[in-house]
C-alpha cells in the first residue's frame, strides 16, 4: 500500500533463517540480581543448547578468571550452538579470548569513547586502525569475528558506515547495530539496518534494549530490513530493564510462519527456560510475558469466549498447545455471554435452552456485579436452574 | 535515508499531541485477575484524570447493571478527561450508552462477524447498514461518537477502507483500527494507519495487543503514521497478556520531547496508579516494567558504570527523577571497574590512587567470582585496604 511496501526490500526474509544470539550468559550477568555460579551457567547453556539456538554470548574472559574460566569450560561442552565471547576493541582481551577456545569473537566498542570521539573526525581513523590491529590478531585463528558499535543510534551514520564499511572489507564475518539505551524506534531501526544491508556484504546483527518497551519489535524490525542475526536473553534480563527476550523474539517469528518456527526450536522447553533462569535471578516471570505469561492463552469477554468456542484462531495466533501450554476461558464473571454458559452446560451434560440459558447469565451478572466468582458458582447456578426445570416438570 | 524517510509524513507528529484513551476500565476489566468494585473504578478515575490522560474508556452499560450504574456515576464525576463508553454496533445498547452520561461512545463491530461476513461482500453493506443506524441514533446528543473494527489486521483492508470512508461521511469524530490479537508488525501497522489517514478526514484511533510483545512499538509507529488518539490500560491489562501499557506509551512519547511530555503528565504520579492497579488485580508489576521495573534504572557494567558517573545521559534516554524514581549504580559484582570504585572511594572520602584501586577492583573480581557481594563488601575491602596502607605509612 505504501511506497515501501512495494520496494523488493519490503519482501520479508524467512523466519527460520533468523539467526538466534543468545546473551543470557553475557548480558544476562549485566542485570541487576544475575548472579550464575559455573554449574549454573552450564545449565543454562545446555537448555539454551536443547532449545535450539545458533550461538551463544559469554562474558569477556577479561572480566575476572572466574569469567574466563566458564568461558574455557562451556566452550568445551561441545555444544550444537556457537560458543562466543564479548570483548572490548582491545589486543589484550582478544588474546585471552583466543585462548578461551569459544568458535567467535564478538568485539565492540564502547559508547564513551564513541560519543565523545565522534565530534571530531580523526577518531574514525583511530577506530578503525584499533579494530584493524584486533581483527588482524585475530585472523588465522579460524574465529568468527563480529565487530559492533555501541549507541549506535546517537552515533553519527556516516561515521559509523565508514567504520562498518571498513571492517568489511578487512573481513569480518559481522557487523553489529546497537540500541544499547533502547531509544530506537522501529522506523528508526529499519531505516538503519535497512542502510547499513545496502553497505556491506557481511552478515548484520542487532542487540536492542528495551528501556521504552520496543526491544521485541525492533528487533523483529531489524530482521525484516536485513539483519541476519539477533541477540536476546531469557525473559530478556540484562542491563537495566534488559533487551529482546528469546520468547518474544520466537513468538514473533512462530506467527510468521508456525510450521517453520515448529521445526526449527524445540519450543515446549520455552517455558522451563524461563523458569529456572527467573528463579536462579530471583524474580517472576512477567504476568504479560510472551507465550508464558500465566494469562497469555486465558479468554474472558462474552465476545471473545463464544468466539473461541467456535474457533480459537478468531482471538488466537499462537497455538498454545505448540508450546506445551493450555488454554483457558473464563465464564465466570459479567463480561460472559449466554453461548459461552451453553457450552459449559453442554460440559457438564445439562440440557439447557436457550431461553433458560439467557435467564441463567442474567442471574450471574448479577451474582458477578457483588463479588468475584469461580466456575463452581457457574456450575451451582447451571444445575440449580436444571433442576428447578425438572421439579416443575 | 530510506525513501520513506524523505517523504512528508516521515516527518514525526508532536508528541505532546498524541491523545490517550485510558482503557484500563474496559479493556483492564477483561483481565483475568481484574474485578474491579465501583469504588476502585472511582479512585482509579481519579487517579488517572490527575495523571493527565485525556479520554477514560468504561465498560458497556449493557455487560451488567453494576456496569450501567458505574458508567452513571464516573461521567458524574465531572473529571477533567473526557468519559467514554464501549458498546457493540447495535441500536440497544447504544440507548443505553446515551442515557449513562457518558460524553462519547466507542462502537465497534465483533470480529466473527467481520471474518466471517467479509469472504462476501454484501456483508460491508450490512455493517454499514447497521452502523448507519446506530450513528443517526446517536447524532443530535452531542456525543463523541468512535466506530471501531476488530481484528482490522486480518480483514479485507479494501472492505475495511470502504466502511471507514462511509462511516466518516456519516459524520463520526473517530475511526478506530484495532490489533485485537496482537498479530501486526509495526510496519504492518504504519501501512495500515498511513493508508487509512490518507482516506478519511477524522480523527484515527489504534487499540494494540501485546502477544507479541509489540505493544508499545505498534503503538508508536500508529501515531507516527497519523493515529491521534491511542488506547493504553495501567501496566497494558487486558484480553490475554494485554495491551500498550500507559507508561510505555508515555515513556516512547517521553524520549521524543522530554520537556513537552513532563508539562503534559504528571509523570511522578505514574508509580503510584500502576501499584495499586497491581494490588488490586494481584499482580507484581513485571521487573522490566517500562520506567517503573525495579530494574529499570540500575546499572551495573564498569564501563556503564564508569560513563554514568561521567554523565547519565550516557546510558539513560530517561531522568528517574522526572518520574519521582533514582538511579542506582552498583559496582559489587565482578563486571565492576576501578573508575566505579574510585567513585565509591570518594563518597567514603578514602584517598586512594589508581595503582590501589586497580588492586582492590582485582581482589573484588576474585570475592566476586565465589559469591554475590553487597556494597558494604565493596566498602570493607577499600577502608581495610586504606588502613593497610597507612599502617604501612
Known amino acids: 500500500m505504501s511506497p515501501e511496501s512495494?520496494?523488493?526490500?519490503?519482501?520479508?526474509?524467512?523466519?527460520?533463517?533468523?539467526?538466534?544470539i543468545e546473551s543470557t550468559l553475557r548480558e544476562g550477568e549485566q542485570f541487576?540480581?544475575?548472579?550464575?555460579?559455573?554449574?549454573?551457567k552450564i545449565e543454562i547453556a545446555k537448555r539454551l543448547d536443547a532449545f535450539g539456538v545458533d550461538c551463544m554470548e559469554l562474558?569477556?574472559?577479561?572480566?575476572?578468571?572466574?569469567?574466563?574460566?566458564?568461558?574455557?569450560?562451556?566452550?568445551?561442552?561441545?555444544?550444537?550452538?556457537?560458543?562466543?565471547t564479548h570483548i572490548r576493541c582491545h589486543p589484550d582481551d582478544a588474546r585471552l579470548a583466543v585462548e578461551t577456545g569459544a568458535q567467535g569473537i564478538d568485539i565492540v566498542f564502547g559508547t564513551s569513547s564513541l560519543l565523545r570521539e565522534f565530534s571530531h573526525g580523526r577518531s574514525v581513523d583511530q577506530i578503525v586502525e584499533r579494530a584493524a590491529e584486533v581483527i588482524e590478531?585475530?585472523?588465522?585463528?579460524?574465529?568468527?569475528?563480529?565487530?559492533?558499535?555501541?549507541?549506535s543510534f546517537r552515533s553519527d551514520p556516516?561515521?559509523?558506515?565508514?567504520?562498518y564499511q571498513t571492517v568489511d572489507r578487512l573481513g569480518v564475518h559481522r557487523v553489529g547495530i546497537a540500541d544499547t539505551v533502547g531509544v530506537a524506534s522501529p522506523r528508526a531501526?529499519?531505516?538503519?539496518?535497512?542502510?547499513?544491508?545496502?553497505?556491506?556484504?557481511?552478515d548484520i546483527e542487532f542487540h536492542g534494549h528495551n528501556d521504552t518497551g520496543c526491544a521485541i519489535a525492533n528487533a523483529l524490525c531489524a530482521f525484516d530490513a536485513g539483519a541476519t542475526h539477533i541477540d536476546t536473553s531469557v525473559l530478556g534480563i540484562g542491563e537495566r530493564n534488559g533487551i529482546t527476550s528469546l520468547g518474544g523474539l520466537v513468538a514473533g517469528l512462530y506467527v510468521r510462519d508456525p510450521d517453520g518456527i515448529r521445526e526449527r526450536y524445540d519450543l515446549p522447553l520455552l517455558r522451563g527456560i524461563e523458569n529456572f533462569v527467573a528463579e536462579l535471578v530471583g524474580i517472576d516471570v512477567p504476568f504479560n510475558n510472551v507465550v508464558t505469561g500465566f494469562c497469555a492463552f486465558t479468554h474472558k469477554a462474552g465476545i471473545h469466549a463464544k468466539a473461541m468456542l467456535n474457533n480459537p484462531s478468531t482471538y488466537e495466533i499462537l497455538d498454545p498447545a505448540d508450546f506445551g501450554l493450555e488454554r483457558y476461558i473464563n465464564v465466570a464473571h459479567k463480561l460472559t455471554g449466554?453461548?459461552?454458559?451453553?457450552?459449559r452446560a453442554e460440559q457438564l451434560n445439562l440440557e439447557l435452552?436457550?431461553?433458560?440459558?439467557?435467564?441463567?447469565?442474567?442471574?450471574?451478572?448479577?451474582?458477578?456485579?457483588?463479588?468475584?466468582?469461580?466456575l463452581s458458582d457457574v456450575d451451582t447456578l447451571l444445575r440449580s436452574h436444571r433442576s428447578q426445570e425438572m421439579t416443575l416438570s
Open 6 to 20: 512495494m520496494s523488493p526490500e519490503s519482501m520479508p526474509p524467512e523466519p527460520r533463517s533468523c539467526r538466534i
Open 32 to 40: 541487576a540480581n544475575a548472579f550464575f555460579g559455573t554449574e549454573q
Open 59 to 84: 562474558t569477556s574472559p577479561a572480566a575476572s578468571d572466574g569469567s574466563r574460566r566458564d568461558c574455557e569450560r562451556i566452550a568445551g561442552l561441545g555444544l550444537r550452538a556457537k560458543i562466543l
Open 137 to 151: 590478531l585475530l585472523r588465522g585463528h579460524d574465529l568468527e569475528i563480529r565487530f559492533s558499535s555501541e549507541d
Open 158 to 163: 556516516e561515521d559509523l558506515f565508514r567504520i
Open 189 to 202: 531501526v529499519s531505516q538503519l539496518v535497512g542502510r547499513l544491508r545496502e553497505l556491506v556484504g557481511c
Open 338 to 343: 449466554w453461548n459461552a454458559l451453553r457450552h
Open 353 to 374: 435452552d436457550e431461553r433458560e440459558l439467557r435467564e441463567i447469565t442474567r442471574q450471574l451478572k448479577k451474582l458477578a456485579d457483588d463479588k468475584p466468582l469461580g
